[in-house]
């Protein structure tokens, strides 16, 4: 392979450094003038990943030419230019060659300067035999078949000025579906060979999404084509390249008859969120890792307008706020935890800040911000940052300004405390005085929110967007917080009416109330007449004010109780995470079985309303719903439920009848549970059977909800055995190790195997994500030790962080048990005996 770059030389020097990573380097010669020098040695530095060329004599200022000789190797990593197994149709083994360079992987393919902020364009050619596709990012200028060697060479136009990261390649057998946008960008998704069809749902966004950004930001889409492809072994959910964007099969492909409706919703968020990345990351780069959260957290944002936008059936705001706002949150809360903006160096690092607070938390500051600038204001500001800075690099501080520019508020000061500063605050209502004329005083307080619930050993204030409501106004007080304490009056309260801090859960901070403003809801939740987004964060701040010991878990399931009239889907899936932790830290208890019973009681009425079959006209969310309350059903092991999903599955099994893909983890779960051998055994027919990733996907999670965990040790080998792909068989662990009859056995099986697992995923988000799910949830000091143990004489560099933030969960898991496990069991022998 060959590399060709010319470079203004600033001051003369005998050497060139550059990144290169797993690469042979052959001759290298810089030329200037009519001179030519070549290089007499080349010098490599491991740990900075950089080959630098000694040339035995000056290369004068002005510009030259760097030519290099390489080779590479295609590897297994899924980083750099690597290979990707996957089967022709009549089912031989065959191999892409596909590239994933984010962050700092473009080295392992070409000699480069692999920093964001060193932009260049790039003339792409590959040769490659005559039977494959070859794509990269830009249009095919020159297709020149060689008959020699039975190849064909292509040439690539010349790609706009941009980052390393962003550069791809994909050479493989694909099938296309190709449509063009109302804005007339060529569109095309990328198939497995026989699969066109299942391209069609992202198309279709596709196109609908190109024109909605380029009316958002009022700039077209800067490239001629648009190529989503599906790649079969990938570790990210997707990845931007510029043009040729590359997805996981699942996070793409939608089949009508085998694709569920959460994964249909999820993909279209996944298209909006790359496309989004064209504009914000791709035309405009973040100057250095430290500022990744400006290219996710906003994409993260965005993808949520542009999809609301498309389906507004969806009522994806709602959902964001347990897929983003919450999760964020909870991570948040830990002292082990990390600002928006961290400092980065080593690519190890670079890779660990791709976390819940980069995007999650990212996503939600700039959703409170485009709620407190207006959206017309914020468009405004966005068309200005783009345009000042095409093409180049930024910082925060850039977005910032011109924000501010547009909307004339000062969104530097209020916004940098929530970049720059680890963790949220917690606003508590510490008095609340009705006067007369319909009128109330609340005396408030903002103090930072710790998940231990000690006082934070500095004083930090925050300057938060409060906002009110009461029955009678959505938003009845609007100001901001910028003091430790304040007095608010609340206009046009009648004494029994509620007052609801944070309406929409749109500021990112959790509310305590006093116990007379939380009864005071209790009425409206019942009733349905609390808005649904105001329903869900009164229960998620309350229960993460039970796990920081500020509130008990009794009197959290006692609110839970005025929501057994509940129909909304995304309230139900807070409710849903809020029981599901405390499930898991109820097992091996004496609580564990009556838990399940009152999990069956509170859940039963709503499946009896919804039923199992969709009904005509049901709405989106009733679907999702439906999955859901059946799901936690068969997790509390529900008798009714379970012999229901055991009886769909057995016809489905025998091609009876075909169980909606909706409905399939429910029962495959349920069918698990108390499985032997043969059920086991009758999973693997069905996963060898299905050619569909999504199905493969679901079957292998399944399995480890088996309740015997001999079973549960062969899913483990299963999922290390070349029948799993390295991406998946981290989630088929995992689903083994959130299975309390599974956590201790998986644990131990790191414990032993670790080094094959660290030569597998090294430097990769796949091993701090397994990382942490085997180890959260456990709940005693001694498994916190023997972790911390563990983890200080083994090496798992880019890990360090989740490591640190697993052993601060599984202390206060065993915090919260010591507190409550007593009461908690008292108060469901109590709710047992009444049958409630």
């Not at 897929?323 to 964020?328: C, K, L, Q, V």
């Not at 468009?379 to 977005?399: F, I, P, S, V």
Request: glycine share 6%; aromatic share 10%; proline share 4%.
């Amino acid at each position: 392979m060959f590399l060709s770059s010319s470079h203004q030389v600033v001051e003369a020097t005998d050497r060139i450094t550059l990144n290169a990573l797993d690469l042979k380097l052959g001759t290298a010669t810089v030329s200037f003038g009519d001179q030519q020098l070549t290089a007499q040695d080349i010098q490599f530095d491991a740990g900075q990943e950089t080959a630098c060329f000694v040339f035995g004599a000056q290369i004068p200022p002005g510009s030259a030419t760097l030519a290099v000789e390489f080779s590479g190797e295609l590897n297994d990593k899924m980083k750099g230019f690597y290979r990707s197994k996957y089967f022709s149709p009549t089912g031989e083994e065959r191999y892409a060659g596909v590239t994933q360079f984010e962050a700092t992987d473009a080295r392992r393919c070409f000699p480069c300067w692999d920093e964001p902020a060193i932009k260049a364009t790039f003339d792409i050619s590959l040769i490659v035999p005559t039977n494959l596709v070859a794509l990269s990012n830009m249009p095919v200028v020159e297709e020149r078949p060689e008959a020699s060697d039975n190849t064909v060479h292509f040439k690539f136009d010349r790609t706009p000025v941009m980052s390393t990261y962003l550069v791809a390649v994909v050479v493989g057998e694909y099938d296309y579906v190709e449509d063009r946008s109302a804005d007339g960008v060529l569109v095309r998704v990328y198939t497995p060979v026989g699969k066109r069809e299942q391209g069609r749902f992202a198309l279709d966004v596709a196109t609908k999404v190109l024109p909605y950004y380029k009316d958002y930001f009022n700039i077209a889409y800067p490239l001629p084509k648009m190529d989503l492809i599906a790649i079969s072994d990938f570790s990210a959910g997707a990845m931007e390249n510029w043009g040729l964007i590359t997805y996981r099969e699942t996070f793409v492909l939608v089949d009508p008859e085998n694709t569920s409706l959460i994964r249909k919703q999820s993909i279209a968020l996944t298209v909006g969120h790359e496309i989004a990345h064209q504009w914000f990351g791709n035309l405009v780069t973040m100057e250095w890792w430290t500022h990744l959260w400006l290219n996710e957290g906003y994409a993260s944002f965005v993808e949520f307008l542009c999809v609301d936008h498309l389906f507004p059936d969806y009522d994806i705001w709602t959902q964001f706020v347990t897929d983003m706002y919450t999760r964020a949150l909870e991570l948040d809360c830990l002292r082990n935890s990390h600002p928006i903006e961290v400092p980065v160096g080593h690519p190890s690092e670079i890779d660990e800040i791709f976390d819940e607070i980069s995007y999650n938390k990212g996503a939600s500051v700039i959703r409170m911000l485009h709620h407190y600038i207006g959206d017309e204001d914020f468009k405004r500001g966005m068309n200005l940052y783009l345009t000042r800075h095409q093409y180049n690099n930024t910082r925060t501080e850039d977005l910032w300004n011109a924000l501010q520019e547009a909307s004339s508020k000062p969104v530097g000061a209020v916004m940098s405390t929530w970049i720059q500063r680890m963790g949220f605050p917690v606003v508590q209502v510490r008095t609340s005085k009705q006067l007369e004329g319909n009128r109330r005083v609340l005396s408030i307080a903002q103090s930072k929110f710790c998940a231990d619930g000690c006082e934070a050993p500095e004083q930090s204030l925050w300057m938060i967007p409060i906002n009110v409501s009461t029955p009678s106004s959505g938003n009845a007080v609007s100001t901001v917080l910028e003091t430790a304490t304040a007095d608010i009056t609340v206009e046009g309260v009648g004494e029994q009416d509620w007052v609801k801090i944070n309406p929409g859960t749109i500021g990112y901070y959790r509310t305590q109330y006093p116990a007379e403003m939380l009864e005071q809801f209790l009425p409206a939740i019942k009733n349905m007449t609390l808005p649904p987004l105001d329903r869900l964060g009164l229960i998620d701040d309350l229960f993460a004010l039970v796990q920081a010991g500020k509130s008990s878990t009794v009197d959290a399931l006692k609110v839970i109780d005025a929501y057994r009239n509940e129909n909304n889907y995304t309230v139900w899936s807070s409710i849903s995470n809020c029981l599901a932790k405390l499930q898991l830290l109820l097992a091996h208890t004496p609580a564990e079985k009556q838990f399940s019973e009152y999990g069956v009681r509170l859940y039963q009425p709503v499946a009896e309303k919804l039923g199992w079959d969709v009904k005509p006209g049901e709405s989106h969310l009733d679907t999702l719903l439906r999955s859901l309350v059946l799901g936690r059903l068969v997790s509390f092991g529900c008798p009714k439920t379970v012999a229901e999903a055991k009886r769909r599955f057995e016809e489905h099994a025998q091609n009876k009848s075909v169980l909606p893909a909706d409905l399939r983890s429910t029962c495959y779960r349920a069918v698990l549970q108390h499985g032997d051998l043969a059920t086991y055994d009758e999973m693997l027919r069905l996963y060898r059977a299905t050619d569909l990733h999504e199905e493969k996907d679901r079957i292998s999670r399944a399995l480890g909800s088996i309740g015997n965990v001999d079973i549960l040790r062969k899913v483990i080998d299963f999922a290390m055995s070349e029948e799993v792909r390295a991406q998946d068989s981290v989630f088929v662990i995992v689903s083994v190790a959130i299975n309390p009859k599974g956590r201790d056995m998986a644990w131990d099986y790191f414990c032993e195997h670790w080094q094959v697992l660290l030569n597998q995923y090294e430097g990769g988000f796949l091993l701090a994500r397994l990382i942490k799910y085997l180890t959260e949830n456990f709940s005693t000091e001694e498994r916190a030790k023997e972790v911390e143990q563990f983890f200080r004489e083994h090496d798992f560099p880019g890990t360090e962080r989740t490591v640190s933030q697993s052993i601060e969960t599984i202390r206060l898991n065993a915090d919260w048990m010591r507190r409550d496990l007593d009461a908690i069991s008292v108060y469901l022998k109590q709710q047992q005996a009444e049958g409630h």
